[in-house]
């Protein structure tokens, strides 16, 4: 019995490096596959089976060829299925609908007009629930994706704590999954964005980046030698309370001083108001012609 979970995984982990070479590296043909990766040619084409007739792969018109055979290009099936995405922020919501590539086919923003706790969850569960409605193709949706700021836990789907949200140990990925029926995965915002720069961005020739996010709050993702840091309870990006000035301005965390209540956006838009309020100098105001 044993034997036989340990060939299944050793399956499922052969499709699936079979599958993420032809999705960057397609169109390319099973030889070229089994070459890269020293695999066998029998390994190749019972993965590259198993994908096509999951509808992740389809195979298209003979390649060039150098001599005898032209051989058969493995396409990656971009369309076949998507996921949908909620971008949570302090202040809004985003969600949208995604293919496989994957490139955005259409989204919608929504202010969360100050939502705290409980009733942010509950209008983040009417935001995606709305979402799914309006779609005639639902069937095809293979995951949700969720991203948060704050502290969230990846492997077991909680965001840990989130001070502007009132948010402590929810345990979002579970009343996704038991709400919609389908698989889904939550991270920290700042872990996705570097993720994402890493995988499909400018980015994926380097093995180090520090990813900042400067916006409702402070926050980096953190690549180390090609693989993603999360620290403790994925916590590791999370300097944005940090504290810079010993007694200065209170934060919604409970401590004075924080660095994010002085350089992300609702502080400097707060300074922008009090200083126009002052009639004090600004530069904006001469780019603005007054």
Known sequence: MRRTGHLKLIQELNQFMVLNTIRKEGPISKSEIAKRHHLSLTTVTSAVNHLIQDGLVY???????????????????????????????????????????????????FDAEERKGIEYIDFLLSVADAFFNKMVDKEKCIGISLVAPGIVDYGSGIIRYNSKLMLKDVRLKQIFEEKFNIKTWLDNDSNAAVLAEKEIGDYQDYKNILYVILSDG?????????????????GAGEFGHTIVESNGIRCECGNKGCLESYVSWPAIHSRIYASIGKREYSKMIELVSG
């Open 59 to 109: 195979e298209e018109q003979p390649g060039a060829s150098s001599g005898g055979r032209k051989p058969i290009l493995l396409h990656f099936s971009s369309n076949r299925y998507f996921i949908v995405c909620l971008s949570i922020s302090n202040t809004a919501i985003t969600v949208g609908k995604l293919d496989l590539n994957p490139r955005i086919i259409n989204k919608v923003s």
């Open 218 to 234: 402070v926050g980096a993702g953190i690549v180390l030698n090609n693989s993603l840091f999360r620290g403790h309870k994925g």
